[in-house]
C-alpha cells in the first residue's frame, strides 16, 4: 500500500494553477492515486468566453483525465471550482468561499504564476510575488492546514553557476518592491526593470527569486516546502506518454522546427538540456506535500527537480533525435522541410536569420500578396525569432544544481512509493522520451490525426522537390549573370563546355568501337 496515496485519502486540498499545464497533470495523478480524497478546490478564473464549470468540465472530458474517470467515477463531485483572480485584493474570492476554503483546507499546492518572459514587472510581481503573499496569509488562517507546497523554478537563481537548495536573497526585499510598484507609474517601473532584475535574463526568474523571498519570510509555523523543477516537459509515462498542452519551454519551438520555420538557433550542442518531465514534477510534490505534513521538517526545505545531475541531456543531442523523430513522423503541412542546425555565435545567427528565416518568409509573403492573400508569414517569422531569442540564455549555458534534499526524499519513501511516486530520472531514456514527446506534441496539441502521416511524407517530398528546382533555377540565373558580366566566368564557361564536349564525344567514340 502506498503511504502517499493513503495520506491523501481523506483530505481538503487546494490548487492554485490547475487550469495549468502541471496544475492539470497534479490533480490527474490525485485522483487517479487517492480516489478517496475528500475534495480538491481549485481556485479558477473565467477565461476566453468560458465559465468556471465550462473550464472544468472541459479539462474532466480531456483524454489527459480519460483513466481518473474509471477509478474515481464521481470525479465532477469531488472539485470543487472557486472564483478567483489572483490579480485582485482577497483574489475577488466570496466570502462564503473564503470561508469554506480557511476552515477546511489540509493541503496546500500553489502553481499558479506567470510564466511569461516578456511579462511587464508591475504583472510578474503582482502574481508571483503578491499573489503568493496573500495566499501565504491566508494559509496562516487556516486550522487544518497540514502543508504548503510552493511550486518556484530550478532557474529563479540563474545569475549562479552552481545553486543549491536554499533560498537566496534578493538585493531588495520583496515589501519594498511590492510597496514601491504601488506609486510608481508605468514609465519609471520599465525603466528600473533592467537594474532591478540586474544579471537575470527576465522579469519571469527575477520575480520567482522574490516569490521564494516572501514564502520564507512569511512561513511562520506552517509546513512549508518550495519545489524547483527546471523546465518542464511533455509526461514521461503518466497517465501516458508524450502528453503536453501548451507551447511553453521546448513545445513551441519543437513545433517550428517540424513546420520547418526554425532553421537556426544560437544553442551550445554540449550545453545540458536540463528538461524534467511533469509527472516526475507532479510526483516529486506529491512526496513533497506527504514527507512536509508528516515529518514536518524544522525549516522550509527547498527540493530541486532537474535532470542534470542524474542523467544528463544535452541540446546537440536532443535537437538531433527531434529532427530525426520528424523523418519518421512528420508534421503536416510543413512550410519547409524540417531541417535546423546550431549557430554559435552572433554574425553566423544574424545571417542565418536573414538568410534562412527572413527572406523565405520575404519570397512566400510576396507569392501570397501576388495569389491575392494576405501575407503573413514575414510577421509569424519576426514573432518565432524574438521567442527565440529569448530562449537563448537557456540553451548556452549550463547550470549544476545541488539535489541532497530530493534524493534524502527519495530514500525516505518505501519501495510502492518509490514506485507509484517515481521521481527518478535515472530510469530515463532520453532517446524514447523525445520522441513520444514530438508525437505527443503532434497529437495532442496539434490534434493532428496519425493517419495522415503518409500524406504529410508526400508534401515533405513535394517540398524536397520545389527546393531543388528553385536551388537549380537560382544558380541559373546566377551564372548567367555572371556570364555576361565577367570575361573570367565565359572562359570558365567554355572550357566547362569543351570539356564535357570532349569528354561524350571520346566516349561515343569508344562505345561505337566496342560494337
Ligand atoms: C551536434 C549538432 C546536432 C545538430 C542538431 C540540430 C538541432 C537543430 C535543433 C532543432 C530542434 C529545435 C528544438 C530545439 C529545442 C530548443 C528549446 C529551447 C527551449 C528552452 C526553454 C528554456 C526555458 C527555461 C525557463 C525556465 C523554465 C520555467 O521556469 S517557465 C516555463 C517557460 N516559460 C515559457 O516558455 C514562456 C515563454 N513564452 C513567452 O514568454 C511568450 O509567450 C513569448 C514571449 C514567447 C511570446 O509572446 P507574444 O506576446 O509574442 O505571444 P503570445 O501572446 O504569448 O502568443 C502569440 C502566439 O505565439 C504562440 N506562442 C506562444 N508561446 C510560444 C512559444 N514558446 N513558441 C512558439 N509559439 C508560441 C501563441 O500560441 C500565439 O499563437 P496564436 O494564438 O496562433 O497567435
Ligand atoms: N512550465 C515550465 O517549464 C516550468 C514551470 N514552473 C513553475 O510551475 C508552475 C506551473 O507552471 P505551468 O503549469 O507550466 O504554467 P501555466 O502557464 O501552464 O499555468 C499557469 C496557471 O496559473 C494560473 N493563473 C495565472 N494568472 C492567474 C490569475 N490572475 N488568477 C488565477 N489564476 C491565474 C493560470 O490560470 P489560467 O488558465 O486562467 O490562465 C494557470 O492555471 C509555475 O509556478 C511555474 O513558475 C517551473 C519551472 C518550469
Not at 27 to 43: A, G, H, N, W
Not at 138 to 147: D, F, G, R, W
Not at 188 to 212: F, S, W
Not at 378 to 383: A, F
Request: hydrophobic fraction near 45%; charge should be positive; glycine fraction near 4%.
Amino acid at each position: 500500500m502506498s503511504m502517499i496515496a493513503a495520506f491523501y485519502g481523506g483530505k481538503s486540498i487546494l490548487i492554485t494553477g490547475a487550469t495549468g499545464f502541471m496544475g492539470k497533470v497534479l490533480m490527474e495523478k490525485l485522483f487517479r492515486t487517492s480516489p478517496d480524497l475528500k475534495v480538491i478546490y481549485i481556485l479558477v478564473r473565467p477565461k476566453a468566453g468560458q465559465t468556471l464549470q465550462q473550464r472544468v468540465f472541459q479539462i474532466l472530458n480531456s483524454k489527459l483525465f480519460e483513466k481518473v474517470k474509471e477509478v474515481c467515477p464521481n470525479v465532477h463531485e469531488k472539485i470543487r471550482a472557486i472564483y478567483a483572480d489572483l490579480n485582485q485584493n482577497d483574489f475577488g474570492i466570496s466570502k462564503e468561499d473564503m470561508q469554506e476554503l480557511l476552515s477546511c483546507t489540509n493541503i496546500i499546492f500553489h502553481c499558479a504564476a506567470t510564466v511569461r518572459f516578456d511579462d511587464t514587472l508591475r504583472h510578474a510581481v503582482q502574481l508571483n510575488v503578491t499573489a503568493t503573499q496573500q495566499l501565504l496569509l491566508m494559509a496562516s488562517q487556516m486550522p487544518k492546514l497540514e502543508a504548503f507546497i510552493h511550486i518556484s523554478t530550478a532557474f529563479s537563481n540563474c545569475n549562479l553557476k552552481h545553486i543549491d537548495e536554499v533560498i537566496y536573497p534578493c538585493p531588495v526585499e520583496p515589501k519594498k518592491i511590492i510597496d514601491s510598484l504601488e506609486w510608481l507609474d508605468d514609465a519609471i517601473i520599465d525603466e528600473i526593470t533592467p537594474k532591478l532584475i540586474g544579471d537575470r535574463p527576465n522579469t519571469y526568474t527575477y520575480t520567482k527569486a522574490l516569490g521564494e523571498m516572501v514564502v520564507q519570510q512569511e512561513s511562520g509555523n506552517m509546513n512549508i516546502a518550495i519545489i524547483r523543477p527546471s523546465i518542464v516537459g511533455a509526461t514521461w509515462q503518466e497517465p501516458f506518454p508524450g502528453w503536453v498542452d501548451n507551447l511553453n519551454g521546448p513545445s513551441g519551438l519543437i513545433i517550428a522546427a517540424g513546420k520547418g520555420f526554425l532553421r537556426a538557433i544560437k544553442a551550445t550542442p554540449m550545453a545540458v538540456a536540463d528538461l524534467i518531465p511533469v509527472d516526475t514534477v507532479v510526483n516529486l510534490t506529491l512526496a513533497v506535500g506527504w514527507y512536509t505534513a508528516v515529518h514536518r521538517p524544522k525549516s522550509t526545505l527547498v527540493y530541486h527537480c532537474t535532470s542534470g545531475n542524474f542523467n544528463p541531456c544535452n541540446w546537440g543531442k536532443m535537437g538531433f533525435q527531434i529532427l530525426a523523430t520528424f523523418e519518421k513522423i512528420p508534421l503536416e503541412r510543413a512550410f519547409r522541410r524540417p531541417y535546423a542546425d546550431f549557430t554559435t555565435n552572433n554574425f553566423t545567427t544574424q545571417y542565418r536569420n536573414a538568410v534562412s528565416h527572413r527572406a523565405p518568409a520575404i519570397i512566400y509573403d510576396f507569392y501570397l500578396r501576388l495569389t491575392g492573400r494576405k501575407p503573413r508569414m514575414t510577421k509569424l517569422m519576426n514573432r518565432l525569432l524574438r521567442t527565440v531569442s529569448m530562449m537563448e540564455y537557456f540553451v548556452n549555458q549550463s547550470w549544476e544544481w545541488s539535489t541532497y534534499n530530493t534524493e534524502m526524499l527519495m530514500s525516505e519513501l518505501s519501495p510502492e512509493d518509490q514506485r507509484v511516486f517515481n521521481f527518478d530520472v535515472r530510469q530515463l531514456n532520453w532517446l524514447e522520451y523525445i520522441e513520444n514527446y514530438v508525437l505527443g506534441v503532434k497529437k495532442y496539441l496539434l490534434k493532428e490525426d496519425m493517419a495522415g502521416i503518409p500524406e504529410a511524407k508526400q508534401h515533405l517530398k513535394r517540398l524536397r522537390n520545389i527546393h531543388y528546382l528553385f536551388n537549380t533555377a537560382l544558380f541559373l540565373i546566377a551564372w548567367r549573370l555572371l556570364i555576361a558580366r565577367s570575361q573570367m566566368a565565359r572562359n570558365v564557361w567554355f572550357f566547362i563546355v569543351s570539356f564535357c564536349y570532349k569528354f561524350l564525344s571520346y566516349f561515343r567514340a569508344s562505345s561505337t568501337l566496342k560494337v
